[in-house]
């Protein structure tokens, strides 16, 4: 039997779990379609073209995953034998299967960072010498943004710059996985268009905190859109009438990017009433919608999470030693407030 907590599950697993609302989901059923192999599905064209213009860059392809985009990229940047810069924490080098080595038969620079995030001194002591036959060709040099291990974190325009100077004086491409990139868009109040001059190439995931049930994008030159698309066919990514999916993803775009501001308030939220009444160590600096927590007292995160369910609250362990709550469209100040009542009355007292 369920009890009342369980019914009542407030979700702050992932800001993936949202569901399409009313108005995307009339969006999708007015799409215009075709067949997105033939280049004639006019939604997924909008989309992209969409995309594209908002970054001021040339061209975009709408694909069904993140990992995909990002893998895209990296395949599209380099060749085999080539390395690829990247923070240790980096989604693209621990939550992609290995692709880099798989797909891009690439081997991966893992740089220690500060919460995921690194700097131009950093790549610059990991570039290899182009000229020592010992060393693999440093090729891409990828960021994340906003970090999702490093607790939803934001760069500063400036070093990013200043790793985009590096890899231009050193023939290598720059790739951004910005997941949640608006995320970082709306605290910092920088436009889409300073990041596609910034970049070679950008993922976004609609499917995160914009609320999409699918997507995401590539965005970069013809070129690499190009090689991207041929890449997504060869790996089974052709998809039919996507415009149904694309719909979803222009809905979103125009609806939905100034309401991540209040997943970023209510993560606050959630940071202030865990330091109240859980037993945590320590809460990594809330930056966005993401709020990582370090149990106190040594006790396990998979503990943690544990009771936390008892509560009907859900988060995720990320290792033995961190937690993580995600906010997002479907987590309302009525759930907030029903997070701070269960945790004030049952959580851990003693
Ligand atoms: C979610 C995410 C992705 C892509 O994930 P998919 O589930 O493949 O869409 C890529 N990078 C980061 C940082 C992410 O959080």
């Known amino acids: 039997?369920?009890?009342?907590?369980?019914?009542?599950?407030?979700d702050l697993r992932s800001d993936t779990l949202t569901l399409p609302s009313a108005g995307m989901k009339d969006a999708m059923a007015a799409a215009v379609l075709g067949d997105d192999v033939y280049e004639e599905d006019p939604t997924v064209k909008?989309?992209?073209d969409k995309a594209a213009g908002m970054f001021g860059m040339e061209a975009a392809l709408?694909?069904?995953t993140g990992t995909m985009t990002n893998q895209l990229a990296i395949k599209a940047h380099t060749r085999p034998g080539d390395e690829v810069i990247c923070d240790h924490l980096a989604h693209i080098y621990r939550y992609e299967g290995g692709g880099i080595a798989v797909?891009?038969?690439?081997?991966?620079r893992p740089l220690q960072g500060i919460n995921g995030r690194i700097s131009a001194g950093d790549v610059r002591d990991a570039i290899n010498n182009p000229d020592d036959i010992h060393q693999p060709p440093?090729?891409?040099?990828?960021?994340?943004?906003t970090v999702n291990r490093g607790g939803g974190g934001y760069y500063d325009m400036a070093v990013i710059e200043e790793i985009g100077?590096?890899?231009?004086?050193?023939?290598?491409?720059?790739?951004?996985?910005?997941?949640?990139l608006f995320n970082a868009l709306v605290e910092t109040g920088e436009t889409p268009e300073q990041y596609g001059r910034a970049f070679d190439s950008i993922s976004i995931c609609l499917s995160k905190g914009l609320g999409c049930p699918v997507g995401s994008l590539l965005i970069g030159k013809k070129e690499l859109?190009?090689?991207?698309?041929?890449?997504?066919?060869?790996?089974?990514?052709?998809?039919?009438?996507?415009?149904?999916?694309?719909?979803?993803?222009?809905?979103?775009?125009?609806?939905?990017?100034?309401?991540l501001k209040e997943d970023h308030r209510r993560a606050r939220e959630i940071e202030r009433i865990v330091k109240q009444y859980a037993p945590v160590a320590e809460v990594l600096p809330v930056a966005t919608n993401i709020v990582m927590v370090r149990?106190?007292?040594?006790?396990?995160?998979?503990?943690?999470?544990a009771r936390m369910r008892e509560q009907g609250i859900y988060c995720v362990a990320f290792g033995n030693d961190l937690v993580r709550f995600v906010t997002h469209l479907d987590f309302t100040d009525q759930q907030l407030a029903q997070f701070e009542d269960r945790l004030k009355t049952g959580f851990m007292q003693g």
């Open 46 to 48: 909008q989309l992209e």
């Open 295 to 305: 149990p106190a007292g040594g006790l396990p995160a998979a503990a943690f999470v």
């Open 138 to 145: 440093s090729r891409l040099v990828a960021l994340e943004n």
């Open 1 to 10: 039997m369920m009890n009342e907590v369980q019914q009542s599950r407030l």
């Open 225 to 259: 859109i190009g090689k991207a698309r041929r890449q997504r066919k060869l790996m089974g990514g052709g998809w039919r009438q996507a415009g149904i999916l694309a719909a979803a993803g222009i809905y979103a775009l125009d609806h939905n990017i100034p309401l």
């Open 165 to 180: 100077a590096l890899c231009r004086s050193h023939q290598m491409a720059f790739h951004l996985d910005g997941a949640r």
């Open 103 to 108: 797909n891009a038969l690439c081997s991966v």
């Open 62 to 64: 709408f694909c069904p």
